[in-house]
């Protein structure tokens, strides 16, 4: 599968932004979805996680830092996973890579091993 991340930007603090990835190469709904994100001189962390579970039931995973103001979400008509960034804090400054799995562990879906295929990032830039 082929990943292509969209949506990043320069805002100001408080500020919000929609990432978009969007999928290519067929199964979408049966992979696991995830957000990553990597500072300059920090590691690769992460961000939020997203599967389907059959139906209208997903199942969603958040990091700590962005519990409350983060929100992923997927559209498998449209093969597309979202990031909605709420109440942006230059912390949040990164580059925001998606990535795709065939795991559906919640305990492994937070972990960038996890993943096998990765897009190609987006640069998210929140000034104070």
């Known amino acids: 599968v082929q990943l292509q991340a969209s949506g990043g930007g320069l805002v100001q603090a408080g500020d919000s932004l929609r990432l978009s990835c969007e999928a290519s190469g067929g199964g979408f709904s049966s992979y696991a979805m995830g957000w990553f994100r990597q500072a300059p001189g920090k590691e690769r962390e992460f961000v939020a996680a997203i599967r389907w579970g059959g139906r209208s039931t997903y199942y969603a995973y958040y990091a700590d830092s962005v519990k409350g103001r983060f929100t992923i979400s997927m559209d498998n008509a449209q093969n597309t996973v979202y990031l909605q960034m709420n109440s942006l804090k230059p912390d949040d400054t990164a580059v925001y890579y998606c990535?795709?799995?065939?795991?559906?562990?919640?305990?492994?879906?937070?972990?960038?091993?996890?993943?096998?295929?990765w897009g190609q990032g987006t640069q998210v830039t929140v000034s104070s």
């Open positions: 990535a795709a799995t065939t795991k559906s562990s919640g305990l492994l879906l937070v972990a960038s091993d996890a993943y096998n295929y």
